[in-house]
């Protein structure tokens, strides 16, 4: 795969005018992920506006609910046409196998091609201090994230997202048709800000990412275009 089309730019905007402004001014971005913040002040006219352009969607809700409320979210998620489409892992066996289910009939009805659907396994701004202290898990944070990912695997989902400091061990484990997403991926010239496990683009793809979500060391840069820039370039010496 070209290195440049493992990189989703997160539109982390608030509105669909920066939206669409941001996708002008980048022309060259192939992937784009859109989560709740747009969606919900958008609502699916961002999603006809990239796809209009020919562009890939990460559409990154993060589903977590009942099963079968998220089998109705998935099955209406998957009418769009989108790429990628996101669960909470903890949401359950029974949740997960019921998405597998709708994003299926939701694409077959709209007569397009189904989205991967991916697990969430633990958000990448908790830490393993948080997760034992604030969420209470008893296990260390790698073995937790790979528990979520091979639960996942075997509710029939197509990959699952996780920071890039696990993605050795979910690479080895889950093997190659598993896809692992990563955001909290940071070059070294940006703030890290909120992530607390991350690496930097090269490293994240040398671990076995499939793709990379970057979203504010391009999106808010001074210069979008030079940064992304940036990145592309990094991303040319991984062999």
């Known amino acids: 795969m070209n290195a440049e089309k493992q990189v989703i730019v997160a539109l982390d905007v608030p509105d669909l005018s920066s939206a669409i402004a941001l996708v002008e001014q980048l022309p060259q971005v192939h992937f784009w992920k859109v989560g709740l913040e ?19 969607i990460f559409l990154d809700l993060k589903f977590h609910d009942i099963p079968n409320t998220v089998a109705g979210a998935c099955r209406a998620a998957a009418s769009y046409g989108v790429d990628l489409l996101t669960i909470h892992a903890t949401a359950g066996v029974d949740a997960l196998k019921a998405a597998t289910e709708a994003v299926q009939i939701g694409a077959a009805q709209a007569g397009v091609k189904p989205p991967k659907l991916i697990a969430i396994t633990l958000l990448t701004s908790i830490s393993s201090r948080q997760l034992a202290f604030d969420l209470k898990i008893p296990l260390e944070l790698p073995e937790y994230a790979l528990e979520m990912a091979l639960m996942a695997q ?37 703030e890290k800000g909120d ?28 210069d979008p275009e030079l940064a992304w820039k940036r990145i592309a370039e990094e991303l040319t010496t991984v062999a």
């Open 195 to 222: 992530q607390k496990r991350s690496l930097t683009p090269a490293q994240a793809i040398q671990a076995g990412a499939d793709y990379l979500v970057i979203g504010r060391p391009i999106t808010t840069a001074a």
């Open 38 to 56: 747009l969606f919900t002040s958008s609502g699916p006219t961002i999603l006809e506006v990239l796809k209009s352009q020919q562009k890939q």
């Open 154 to 190: 075997e509710a029939g989902l197509d990959g699952a997202v996780c920071s890039p400091q696990e993605l050795a061990q979910l690479r080895q484990t889950c093997k190659d048709e598993f896809l692992l997403v990563c955001p909290g991926v940071r070059p070294t010239w940006a």
